[in-house]
């Protein structure tokens, strides 16, 4: 079954105040992404794959194009329904120290989504913070801890416990594992794929690493200049 | 023949009140004409012993042990006399050229007040060297006149290598020259300095986390885990016989090994487990592990380890 | 416990720079002699002895008497009132909007942004001083109209940083991320911007005291400020005058009171800014 399925998608970026120059960071781009399943997405800096992710999920307004996601178009969603939106599709970023508040501590930072979107009570909050952090792994001596205090592994364990906790069916993970060592990106792919065995999550997995890609994805879409030039 | 030699090196400094044991106990030899990789996770201490080496740390940092370079202790020099080793004898590529630079002075500039400073040049005589040496690095000579913002991440490191190889130094220390390039820039960086560093017969102790670029670039490599140096073996033995449990995990932690994952995170270094610091993760561990700190251990093939699993040949 | 370590490795920073400690001192001196003032002064600062003119500074009088036989010691404890209260209550107004519309304007670009950033170069455009003037002017001379006229001529100052911060927070992905979790924009700015602006405000709100103190005493000098019998420093400087020349002491202590007020304020801002930037703050060791 097709989760995400977008069409024909544009962002133009216009610089220049007098010599309007038009830039096409994506420039025509149609993925589909079935449920339960990966796409890779890979390509040289610059050539607009984080770009595609944004307008996605709509960070970033798209010019042009069609984003059809569990059977409906979401570009033009507001108020609402566009909050609820936020409860489905998720994105992890690429560097995890900035993927936090550096003034709020990792408890108050799982609880955060929860209270957006209402999702918990008072007297639920513990229970359910901590069956988050036992299932990404983390040890709940950092739940009272400050960003800057834990390692880059530990916080995008935090930023996948986050959006867990909203039970979304598809997550962007942009370039999320390329600041890591080794060792740590070894532990967060396969911490992803569990989930994704798990909850039947769908990635859209982008990384400029080929190796890693293979090994994530079921299908890989190779970008340049805007376009997707090559599917694997 | 031996070019650096580093005797039971100790690093240590007070970090909210804890002392941290950057590095404890370094045992390390660079030889003549060789590259010589560095690998270890994100504070592990390797940046630190890098920077050690050309005497860049800051007074309250604790320094023990031997640097020997050319007879020399570096340890016991003068501020003087180590501004003078530091670029002319031992050349570094600090990590994160963005923040290397600075954004004030335009990069001819930056290169060109090195040949002044250290070789009293004219100012005629500095800038030609100076394009002689981006030329060098594939900078094309008349963008001498930009600053560091006008150029990309790749063209930065390029500049840092120019600056690390201007006074023609027989030791470089590249700490990870190429961290947050794209793969086919991080290709012509390490192409760059392998050539470079081959052809002036230079000696390279390469600092990094990507075992990639270790294995294209290096002879020999020295694993480092909190704050120590684990394995040291030519790069063939590392690859095809790792004898740490810890630099087998690494390597399968590589794609192509099937990303399998290690348990657990890397110690603090103010608050290492006691015996080897590697046991609480370790798949192998026997009964002398949580108790005793295990010593350096030649094996057969000329690999040293630090591991009781060996101690028996 | 956390913020009680935060509070007691201040503290420890604090002891190792001496002028920020001074400066802390001095207004934590002064807030007491505020609060005390009617325990602390020997004489009530309105009661008018003619018989005591232009005393010089003797046991009973320590600062001695001004022309209407007033104590000026007593007037200058009252004294501290005023100029404390001023400088509080309009850096309290000045911070909270100035931060208000920075953080807007930084938030939202586009035409706010331009809007108020324009109206944040006019009021700049302006010498303070005049602009605070002619408010006085219009307005007639009252405590309230001083601090509406300070205030008016001093938030620009923290519109301008907060809005640089809030530009360089907006790139970072825990903004974005909080987009992502599609959390309102008031949201975002009340809980993920605010906080990350606040140890600037603090540093720039300590220097602004002592701007704001500074300013008052020169509208009451010129006149325009908090009028006579009320004890405020800067109408004693002004009262002080004619007599310059026989009774120096009449403006000698008024104008100390000032002086030792501002530099302590700006000793301790100083400190702060000192404590608090990362940039100077940073063990370069630990960025490994």
């Given at each position: ?53 944004r307008?996605?999920l709509r960070l970033v ?16 969603l507001r108020g609402r329904e566009m909050k609820n939106l936020g409860r489905e599709m998720q994105i992890i970023f690429?560097?995890?120290?900035t993927s936090l508040n550096p003034r709020m501590?990792?408890?108050d930072a799982i609880l955060e989504p929860l209270t957006i979107h209402k999702l918990c009570?008072?007297?639920?909050e ?32 935090v930023v996948?416990a986050r959006i867990?906790s909203l039970?979304p ?64 | ?313 | ?102 953080i807007v304007?930084g938030y939202s ?57 809030t530009?360089?927070l907006r790139e970072k992905e825990f903004i974005e991320g909080a987009r992502a979790l599609r959390a309102s924009n008031i949201y975002i700015m009340r809980r993920h911007i605010l906080p990350n ?92």
């Amino acid at each position: 079954m097709t989760l995400l399925s977008v069409e024909n998608l544009k962002k133009y970026y216009y610089s220049g105040v007098f010599n309007k120059k038009e830039i096409r960071a994506v420039d025509g781009v149609d993925i589909e992404i079935k449920s339960g399943r990966t796409l890779g997405l890979v390509g040289g800096s610059g050539c607009g794959k984080t770009t595609v992710a944004r307008t996605i999920l709509r960070l970033v307004e798209p010019t042009d194009g069609s984003i059809v996601f569990d059977g409906r178009d979401i570009t033009k969603l507001r108020g609402r329904e566009m909050k609820n939106l936020g409860r489905e599709m998720q994105i992890i970023f690429q560097n995890p120290e900035t993927s936090l508040n550096p003034r709020m501590k990792i408890y108050d930072a799982i609880l955060e989504p929860l209270t957006i979107h209402k999702l918990c009570s008072a007297d639920e909050e513990n229970e359910k913070i901590h069956r988050l952090i036992e299932i990404v792994n983390l040890n709940k001596e950092l739940l009272f801890r400050y960003p800057h205090e834990l390692s880059g592994g530990q916080l995008q364990r935090v930023v996948i416990a986050r959006i867990l906790s909203l039970n979304p069916k598809f997550i962007v993970a942009d370039e999320a594992t390329s600041m890591l060592d080794p060792l740590v990106q070894a532990q967060i792919l396969n911490l992803m794929k569990d989930l994704q065995e798990k909850l039947g999550i769908s990635y859209l997995f982008i990384s400029h690493d080929m190796d890693v890609v293979e090994w994530m994805s079921d299908e890989i879409a190779v970008m340049d200049k805007g376009k997707i030039v090559d599917w694997k | 023949m031996s070019l650096l030699k580093i005797q039971d090196l100790k690093v240590y400094f007070n970090a909210r009140g804890k002392t941290v044991k950057a590095n404890n106990g370094i045992d390390l030899e660079i030889r003549e004409n060789e590259i010589l990789g560095l690998i270890g996770e994100t504070g592990c201490g390797k940046s630190i012993l890098g920077r050690a080496i050309v005497g860049l740390l800051s007074d309250n940092v604790e320094i023990r042990g031997k640097i020997v370079y050319k007879n020399e202790d570096i340890l016991d020099l003068s501020e003087d006399r180590l501004r003078k080793i530091r670029g002319k004898d031992i050349g570094i590529i600090l990590q994160n050229p963005s923040a290397a630079l600075n954004p004030v002075l335009s990069v001819g500039n930056q290169i060109s007040e090195i040949y002044r400073y250290h070789e009293n040049m004219g100012k005629k005589e500095a800038r030609i060297r100076t394009a002689k040496m981006l030329e060098m690095v594939g900078i094309d000579p008349k963008r001498m006149h930009e600053y560091p913002h006008q150029f990309s991440g790749g063209m930065k490191q390029r500049v840092m290598i120019a600056m690390g190889l201007a006074l023609n130094p027989g030791l470089l220390i590249a700490d990870e020259p190429t961290k947050g390039l794209d793969p086919t820039t991080k290709d012509k960086i390490v192409d760059l300095i392998c050539e470079l560093v081959i052809n002036r017969n230079m000696s390279l102790l390469l600092i990094t986390h990507d075992l990639g670029v270790a294995e294209k670039m290096c002879d020999r490599v020295a694993v480092m885990y909190a704050g120590e140096i684990i394995e040291i073996a030519t790069i063939e033995n590392i690859l095809s016989n790792p004898q740490h449990p810890y630099t087998q995990d690494l390597l399968n932690s590589r794609p192509k090994k099937g990303l399998k994952p290690t348990a657990g995170e890397s110690p603090s270094l103010s608050s290492p487990p006691a015996g080897c610091k590697f046991h609480p993760r370790c798949r192998c561990v026997i009964g002398e592990c949580p108790k005793t700190h295990p010593q350096m251990i030649e094996t057969e093939n000329g690999t040293s380890v630090r591991c009781f699993l060996y101690e028996d040949n | 416990m956390k913020k009680l370590n935060d509070i007691r490795n201040i503290l420890k920073e604090a002891g190792n720079n001496r002028m920020a400690a001074i400066g802390g001192a001095i207004v934590i001196l002064l807030v007491l002699i505020a609060i005390l003032a009617s325990l602390l002064s020997p004489h009530d600062p309105f009661e008018q002895k003619l018989e005591n003119r232009l005393l010089n500074p003797c046991f009973e009088y320590p600062f001695g008497t001004d022309n209407l036989g007033r104590c000026i010691f007593s007037r200058l404890i009252f004294g501290t009132r005023y100029s404390l209260a001023i400088g509080v209550v309009v850096v309290g107004i000045t911070a909270s909007v100035g931060t208000t519309l920075g953080i807007v304007s930084g938030y939202s670009r586009g035409i706010i942004d331009e809007t108020l950033m324009r109206i944040v170069d006019i009021v700049l455009a302006f010498p303070g001083i005049i602009l605070a003037l002619v408010i006085a002017g219009i307005l007639g001379p009252s405590f309230l109209n001083v601090v509406i006229a300070i205030s008016l001529t001093h938030w620009p100052a923290y519109t301008r940083l907060v809005r640089g911060i809030t530009l360089s927070l907006r790139e970072k992905e825990f903004i974005e991320g909080a987009r992502a979790l599609r959390a309102s924009n008031i949201y975002i700015m009340r809980r993920h911007i605010l906080p990350n602006c606040i140890n600037p405000i603090i540093v720039l709100a300590t220097l602004d005291i002592a701007h704001a103190i500074i300013f008052a005493t020169g509208l009451s000098f010129l006149g325009l400020g908090i009028q006579p019998p009320t004890p405020e420093w800067g109408s004693m400087l002004k009262a002080g005058i004619p007599y310059f020349r026989i009774s120096p002491h009449l403006t000698f202590f008024p104008g100390t009171a000032i002086m030792v007020t501002v530099m302590a304020f700006n000793f301790l801002g100083d400190g702060l800014r000192d404590m608090i930037d990362p940039k100077i703050n940073e063990i370069i060791l630990v960025s490994e």
